[in-house]
Every structure is written in structure tokens, then in C-alpha cells.
Antibody, heavy 123, light 107 residues
């Protein structure tokens, strides 16, 4: 069974750093992009960035470029999302998801999702 | 960036009836549109890709249509598990975005 298992909920203070993990199983981890998506009540679902574990190529959407870092460790089938200088507005649910590239395109649909990691940033 | 606007915000439907959800793009996305379902407390679930193709395992009561800027997700004969929030998403612009969602609630 294809699965993405995320690390547990995080409580952080403003200015602190965050690292969330996403462990894949049931498929060739290196051959699929892993995407990070944030969900907040104010902005809904936001596509943050993604990584191709085989060669560690990364892409970020403009709002998150320079704000977060995605990485991966192929040896343990795990992707990571890092963020520094957290603000209250970074509170939300963070999902990792597998990207299914659609024929003829360089992107596509998120066909498998992790269970989500709730991040709360509060003083 | 392409803005996706979904309507209505909330749709009240009785079990067994049908529902029609709309997603409008601020500029043409051809058929590069995906639909997801999100039940309370769960991650989104992949439903439709290329605007009209069902993802594996998705029942045929779910259908998508449209191209360019106007898209529709139709759910025929709503089952109890279909009451959820539905999101559209476009792809292939290096700045993928989602709509704000339509909640389908029990009437």
C-alpha cells in the first residue's frame, strides 16, 4: 500500500524553527515528486514547494520561495519541510503529498497524501 | 498567478439528490484541472484529473467537465460519505493554486 506518514503535531513560539518529516512507503520514493501543501482557515490550501528525491531538484511557488526549504533523504525514504522565523500566521495543517505527473505536462495531481501535521505558533 | 473561484461557498443537498459545483479560472487553464474531496479531519482525496478523468477507484457518480475557464464537478445521487468540502486545483504553471472550496452539506 502506498503511504505517506508525517511527523506529529508541533507547538512553536514566534521566531522558532520547524522541521516536519514525511516518510514514504509502498512505492519507489526517488521517482516521484513530493509536494508540501499548507492549509489555513484564512488562505485555504497553498502549494508550497516540492522535491524530486532522485536528484534533489526543488521547486517553490512564489509566496514560499526563500521562506521554506524542502529536502529529502533517499536512504530512508523521507522528505522534510523546514521553516525558520515562524510567525503566528504560519499556524495550520501541513501536508506532504505525492505528485502524479500527468501525461504531457510537468506537473499534475496529488494522488497520495500524508495525514497532515498540525503546527501551532503562539507565544 | 491563476486564481480559481469556486461557487457556491456552501451547497445544501438532500441524500440521494445531485449536486453541481463550479470552478472558474481567471485565465484559461485548458483542461489542466484537478478536483479533490476533503472530509472533516482528513487529508484531501484525489477525485478527478484533466478536468474530466476519474482517479482510480472513484465511483462513477462523480464526473467532471469543462475546459478553458469554466469547470463543473457533478455528483449524482449523493451518498452520506459525499458530504464534504471539494476543491479544484490547476497545474503546469510552476505556480499551482487551489480554489477556496465548496462545502456540500446535508439538507
Amino acid at each position: 500500500e502506498v503511504q505517506l506518514e508525517q511527523s506529529g503535531a508541533e507547538m512553536k513560539k514566534p521566531g522558532e524553527s520547524l522541521r516536519i518529516s514525511c516518510k514514504a512507503s509502498g512505492y519507489n520514493f526517488g521517482s516521484y515528486w513530493v509536494v508540501w501543501v499548507r492549509q489555513t482557515p484564512g488562505k485555504g490550501l497553498e502549494w508550497m514547494g516540492m522535491i524530486y528525491p532522485d536528484d534533489s531538484e526543488t521547486r517553490y511557488t512564489p509566496p514560499f520561495r526563500g521562506q521554506v526549504t524542502v529536502s529529502a533523504d533517499k536512504s530512508i525514504n523521507t522528505a522534510y519541510l523546514q521553516s525558520t522565523g515562524l510567525k503566528a500566521s504560519d499556524s495550520g495543517i501541513y501536508y506532504c503529498a505525492r505528485l502524479r505527473i500527468l501525461v504531457g505536462y510537468s506537473s499534475g495531481a496529488l494522488d497520495v497524501w500524508g495525514q497532515g501535521t498540525t503546527v501551532t505558533v503562539s507565544s | 498567478d491563476i486564481v480559481l473561484t469556486q461557487s457556491p461557498g456552501t451547497l445544501s443537498v438532500a441524500p440521494g439528490e445531485g449536486a453541481t459545483l463550479s470552478c472558474r479560472a481567471s485565465q484559461s487553464v485548458d483542461t489542466q484541472l484537478v478536483w479533490y474531496q476533503q472530509r472533516p479531519g482528513q487529508a484531501p482525496k484525489f477525485l478527478i484529473y484533466d478536468a474530466s478523468s476519474r482517479a482510480p477507484g472513484i465511483p462513477d457518480r462523480f464526473s467532471g467537465s469543462g475546459s478553458g475557464t469554466d469547470f463543473t464537478l457533478t455528483i449524482s445521487r449523493l451518498e452520506p460519505e459525499d458530504f464534504a468540502v471539494y476543491y479544484c486545483q490547476h497545474y503546469d504553471t510552476l505556480y499551482e493554486t487551489f480554489g477556496q472550496g465548496t462545502k456540500v452539506e446535508i439538507k
